[in-house]
Structure formats: C-alpha cells, structure tokens
C-alpha cells in the first residue's frame, strides 16, 4: 500500500507543475505559449511509454532478483529520478528524467501486483486491489498538499519530494 502511495505522489508531482516549469527550462516563456503545451505533453508521453515499458522490465527482474527485492529497485528507481528532475536545465533533461522515473512506476505496479496475486487469498484479491487503488490517490492528495506548501518556491524544488520514497526504502530494507 505504501509503494502504491508513493505512487500516487510520484504521479502527480509533474502534472502539478508541469507549464511553470517547462516554460521556465523553454527559457521563461509565458505557460500560454504553445510551445510550452508542446514540449509538456511530449514529457508525458515519455512518461507514459516508460510506465510502460517498467512493468515488463521489472517483471523480469522481479523474476529473477524475487519479488520484494524488485520492488524496492522499483521504487529506488522513481525516487532518485524523480529526485534528479530537480537538476534538469533543458526540457529533455525532464523527458529523460520522467521517462527513467516512469521505469520505476511501472515496474511497481508490475511487481507489486504480481507479489499480491501471489500472497494473499483468492478471495481477499479483489478488496485489497480497491485498498491498494486507495493508496495512489492518498498519494496524489499528499502532492497537492506538498505543491500548496510550497507554493511560493521554484517548481522544480517539488520534485525533491519525490526523494521521500527512497529513504523510506532504506529505512525499511
């Protein structure tokens, strides 16, 4: 539930300030211009494609590593990512930071539905599925209350929040 938490935080730390930002990396453009739209929605798109091209990479390693480790290399992934989309300086830099940290979400997905198909009852799989969908959007909640407290900072210094998911893995590996 907690990685699918994080999740639900790492998702929506983008999309919270993705204009701002990108209009800030296209060289201070005004958000309405509509390169910035562009160059935003070309971002996503990575972000997509690597959410999903992480289940099936780290399904193979979940595979081969276990699943609980994968898991926590699931979630190493998007946290550092994330982390480094603070230092990125032209909006590439931020696609190829997304799209990296999106190898992680998907892989997370992956790896952690699988590890709950394996663990837990047949008939407890559909109510801890609707527990875990729960988690995402507590995350999504916490990066909104993350965006509003730190409203009067750069957009970019949000994306040092998305750290918060690796140390977690630490402290509890």
């Given at each position: 539930w907690l990685?699918?938490?994080?999740d639900g935080l790492e998702l929506h730390l983008y999309t919270l300030v993705a204009l701002p930002f990108v209009a800030h990396l296209l060289g201070n453009l005004p958000t309405t211009d509509p390169s910035v739209g562009q160059h935003a929605a070309l971002i996503q798109g990575s972000f997509l494609l690597g959410w999903a091209l992480?289940?099936?990479?780290?399904?193979?390693?979940?595979?081969?590593?276990g699943r609980a480790r994968a898991l926590s290399l699931?979630?190493?992934?998007?946290?550092?990512?994330?982390?480094?989309s603070f230092f990125a300086t032209h909006w590439w830099h931020l696609m190829i930071f997304r799209f990296l940290a999106a190898l992680g979400v998907g892989g997370e997905w992956a790896v952690g539905a699988s590890l709950l198909s394996e663990t837990w009852p047949r008939k407890w799989r559909p109510w801890i599925a609707a527990v875990l969908q729960c988690g995402v959007n507590i995350g999504i909640l916490i990066a909104v209350l993350a965006n509003h407290l730190m409203a009067r900072s750069e957009p970019k210094y949000l994306f040092l929040v998305g750290i918060v998911p690796a140390l977690l893995v630490f402290w509890i590996r």
């Open positions: 990685g699918w938490m994080l992480g289940g099936a990479f780290f399904g193979r390693i979940g595979d081969r590593l699931t979630v190493l992934t998007y946290a550092v990512f994330t982390g480094l």
